[in-house]
Nanobody
Framework: QVQLVESGGGLVQPGGSLRLSCAASGITFSLYTMGWYRQAPGKQRELVAS???????NYADSVKGRFTISRDNAKKTVFLQMNSLKPEDTAVYFCNADRQQFGYWGQGTQVTVSS
């Protein structure tokens, strides 16, 4: 049974930082492209950042220079370090594991940026 469990969300003031974690089980983690997506109320889910098995990363233009995705294959965990947070970063953040025809999602963690 595949599980992706996100943690680390919460309420933070503008300019603050949060670190999201996603712990995976039931998959050969090192073979999967891992991604963070987010969905704000009334908006479509969008890709925030992804990291392939070899470590190359990709970011949405809106978070470049502020967010950093990383992975620890030994711990089967992917991270999203979010700095200089803005109110427009408020959303539910979802972890995704993708490999060929297989794709899995976590349950999401809420991030709220507000003063």
């Amino acid at each position: 049974q595949v599980q992706l469990v996100e943690s680390g969300g919460g309420l933070v003031q503008p300019g603050g930082s949060l670190r999201l974690s996603c712990a995976a089980s039931g998959i050969t983690f090192s073979l999967y492209t891992m991604g963070w997506y987010r969905q704000a109320p009334g908006k479509q889910r969008e890709l925030v950042a992804s990291i392939i098995s070899g470590g190359s990363t990709n970011y949405a233009d809106s978070v470049k220079g502020r967010f950093t995705i990383s992975r620890d294959n030994a711990k089967k965990t992917v991270f999203l370090q979010m700095n200089s947070l803005k109110p427009e970063d408020t959303a539910v953040y979802f972890c995704n594991a993708d490999r060929q025809q297989f794709g899995y999602w976590g349950q999401g963690t809420q991030v709220t940026v507000s003063s």
